[in-house]
């Protein structure tokens, strides 16, 4: 590929989503210019302040606004688009295990850039597609469409950057970025209970990934020490290369920082604390985003100075570390999943536990571990994904965020309780779907790494069991049984609610079955993330 | 500069730095806590300015009057507009003192002070492969920057005050910053740019939340965000 076709398809997916961010942006502009704000907001909400508030909150006092404009859908999945497109241009122009760079190799896609291209634009174009008619379900006015648009393209972007830069400062500022953009679309019904998970979102994310820039500091400390120069000291594939200059002990506390703040971000013990109430107040596509591909974005950067770890310090150190992390992780999902009684949250926690596999199979650290390990972020990302924008219809539908007032889903809405029935049985690690593989990967890998890891994933595979156990019994409750009331007459968000949802159960299905034209890239990944 | 003068002075920013962070602990008044702020952030300009002065690099002494400008001027009037709309309201109910005060921190003041004369020994213990990897005037002043992560940690945990904690998580920075200067005289000019941004963001974002939360909770007291549980 010439060099400024190179340079055009890395910038693409990051400058689209920007652009049409910022178009978004433009739009709430002059909708704010029409509407002047009369008041601020009335003191009327003190008076609710003293009980409970109900689960489905209203927005606040509707002013008399044009109805969002319809022609929305399609914009929103440009960028999506351009995503997957970029990927696949790049996949087909990728050296075998080589990179493409440009702008002076601030931006380079390698294997695993390319496969989480691929993760990024397919888990977006189920999220983007599934706006619409999250709004209509909400009834949201036009200027909070717009909004939403907006901070949901910059949420892409950012994500976007932080997979194509080699830069590990840049890396460090895209995914702290995406903290900053998604804090109001998590806040976004400004009801107390939004605004307290926004604001334990933006403080223990922030603190949790200031963590990771002081390790991110101390790894350039090392690097220049180690006669790297300037430019170079934060380049990701520079840093694998001489990794074995870098001064060990000042490695190991920079390193291990950075597993901990990058860990928070990804769900991880013990910064996790922000992440079932961010994803249970955020817009239900959004908290597909999040879950989907945030957490693995975030663990993406996890890798990346794994690799380097292992380079410098050999694979013990990250290994104890990272295997540590998993199990008490996963120990306080799955516990926390037996007590669940907010779908939202259980959905949540069950991110938790698929992270923690993610972790458990990083620290196994083989070849089949790691390709398990990808296999596993693209299968959890559109099976969750699938799952958290269903969970938006059934709040629409029911009203209510509680497992126990919801009932019958399948009588009362087929479509709706099959595909939510699908993606948790998905997400449990049904076939066909790829989660059963890529479990099974990480499981035949542990067992083969030896005693130490084999009875962490014994202990693994215990805690997923149970965690098994709850999330199927409360899932059957909810969809399973006779329909409480009768049949809506019309479908909420007619077709264009349902076959995102659809297209996203199958790709996560086709991806169990055969890798396909993928399987290259996927190996090719497993191995420039330190397969070894 | 001579060597001796260029160390003295090094040695004698770093120490305003981390006393700042030790008479942030110890106030309550959180007026007093956003002036003792912007002190802080003059150290931290004035080590860049040595340290960009000392290796003769014109680019080090452009960020250093960058983040003169950011962490003196900007980010404390953020704060200050942010308290003041925070006890300005509030005054018809006669809460607007309790607003402007950190009045019940979870840990009492001789505690803090004490604990933070732990996290400085913590730090400097924790930092000493970090010196001996290139032992300098800066680097041997680096546990000064990891100090102020600590109790910029502490203080993020331990206080009730929203505002107080946004302090908290802004120390947490400043300290970073300092151990970016001190071991390797910053990190490179785009990502400090980048970060410097999203921290002003961040900051922003902070600021919009506390006012939403007086909205929905008539107070910017933590204890109350106890909504969200399992």
């Known amino acids: ?532 | 500069m001579s060597d001796s003068a260029y160390v003295q002075l090094l040695d004698l920013a770093c120490g305003a730095f981390l006393l700042a962070a030790v008479v942030i602990l110890w106030r309550r008044e959180l007026a007093a806590i956003v002036r003792t702020f912007a002190l802080q952030g003059v150290a931290l300009a004035a080590i860049a300015l040595l340290l960009g002065l000392h290796e003769g690099r014109a680019d080090l002494v452009a960020v250093a009057a960058g983040i003169g400008v950011l962490r003196a001027g900007v980010l404390p009037y953020l704060m200050r507009r942010a308290l003041t709309a925070a006890t300005a309201d509030r005054r018809p109910y006669d809460t607007g003192g309790a607003e402007g005060r950190e009045t019940r921190p979870v840990v009492n003041v001789a505690a803090s002070l004490l604990a933070a004369a732990a996290l400085t020994l913590l730090a400097y213990a924790v930092a000493r492969p970090l010196v001996e990897l290139d032992p300098s005037p800066a680097t041997r002043a680096l546990p000064v920057g990891l100090a102020v992560v600590l109790i910029g940690f502490f203080v993020l945990v331990t206080r009730r005050r929203a505002l107080a904690q946004v302090v908290g998580f802004l120390l947490l920075d400043n300290g970073i910053t300092a151990t970016a200067f001190l071991a390797a005289s910053g990190v490179p000019l785009i990502v400090e740019l980048g970060v410097s941004f999203d921290v002003l963001l961040a900051m922003l974002v902070l600021q919009l939340l506390t006012a939403r939360m007086r909205a929905a909770f008539g107070t910017t007291d933590l204890d109350d965000l106890r909504e969200l549980h399992d």
């Open chain 1, 1 to 532: 590929m010439q060099a400024t076709m190179t340079a055009a398809v890395l910038a693409a997916p990051v400058a689209v989503p920007g652009a049409v961010a910022g178009a978004h942006a433009l739009v709430l502009a002059r909708l704010r210019r029409r509407i002047p704000r009369v008041l601020p907001r009335p003191a009327a909400v003190l008076v609710g302040a003293a009980g409970p508030e109900p689960d489905q909150a209203a927005e606040p006092a509707p002013t008399p606004e044009p109805p969002p404009a319809p022609g929305a859908p399609w914009w929103g999945l440009a960028s999506p688009a351009v995503v997957l497109g970029c990927g696949a241009l790049l996949a087909a122009a990728l050296p075998r295990g080589g990179a493409l760079d440009a702008f002076g190799g601030l931006l380079r896609a390698d294997a695993p850039t390319v496969w989480m291209l691929f993760v990024v634009g397919a888990v977006a174009l189920v999220a983007c597609a599934s706006l619409p008619s999250y709004g209509a379900g909400e009834r949201l006015s036009a200027r909070a469409t717009a909004m939403l648009h907006t901070l949901v393209q910059a949420f892409l972007a950012a994500m976007c950057l932080a997979v194509v830069t080699a830069n590990l400062g840049v890396l460090w500022v895209a995914v702290e970025a995406t903290t900053i953009v998604t804090a109001f679309l998590v806040g976004h019904r400004r009801t107390r209970r939004s605004v307290e998970a926004a604001w334990k979102y933006v403080v223990i994310c922030s603190a949790g990934i200031a963590l990771a820039f002081l390790g991110t500091v101390l790894v350039y400390y090392a690097a220049r020490q180690a006669g790297i120069d300037e430019a170079d000291a934060l380049d990701w594939p520079t840093l694998v290369a001489r990794a074995g200059a870098l001064d060990p002990s000042v490695t190991r506390l920079g390193v291990s920082l950075v597993i901990l703040g990058f860990g928070a971000k990804a769900g991880l013990v013990p910064l996790h604390a922000w992440l079932p109430d961010a994803h249970s107040q955020a817009p239900a596509p959004v908290s597909a985003l999040m879950s989907g591909v945030l957490l693995s974005v975030a663990f993406l950067a996890v890798l990346r100075y794994d690799t380097i770890a292992d380079a410098a310090l050999g694979h013990g150190w990250t290994r104890l570390l990272l295997t540590g992390i998993a199990l008490l992780t996963l120990a306080l999902a799955t516990g926390l999943l037996l007590a669940q009684r907010d779908y939202k949250r259980m959905l949540a926690y069950s991110s938790m536990e698929h992270m923690s596999l993610i972790a458990l199979g990083t620290a196994i650290g083989t070849p089949l571990a790691l390709a398990a390990v990808l296999l596993h972020i693209a299968g959890h990302g559109l099976a969750k994904s699938v799952a958290f924008c269903a969970s938006g219809h059934v709040l629409h539908l029911t009203g209510t965020t509680l497992i126990g007032r919801v009932r019958g889903l399948l009588a009362r809405l087929p479509w709706l309780g099959g595909v939510l029935g699908l993606a948790v049985l998905a997400l449990l690690g049904f076939p066909p779907f790829s989660l059963f593989a890529s479990e099974l990967g990480i499981v035949r890998a542990g067992f083969a790494a030896g005693a130490g890891m084999g009875w962490a994933t014994a202990g693994a595979l215990l805690l997923v069991l149970a965690a098994f156990a709850a999330l199927a019994a409360r899932t059957a409750r909810m969809v399973l049984g006779p329909s409480p009331v009768p049949a809506p007459a019309t479908v909420q968000g007619g077709a264009g609610a349902v076959w995102p949802l659809v297209l996203g159960l199958v790709a996560c299905a086709a991806l169990g079955l055969a890798t396909g034209p993928l399987t290259d890239l996927l190996h090719d990944a497993a191995a420039a993330i330190g397969g070894h």
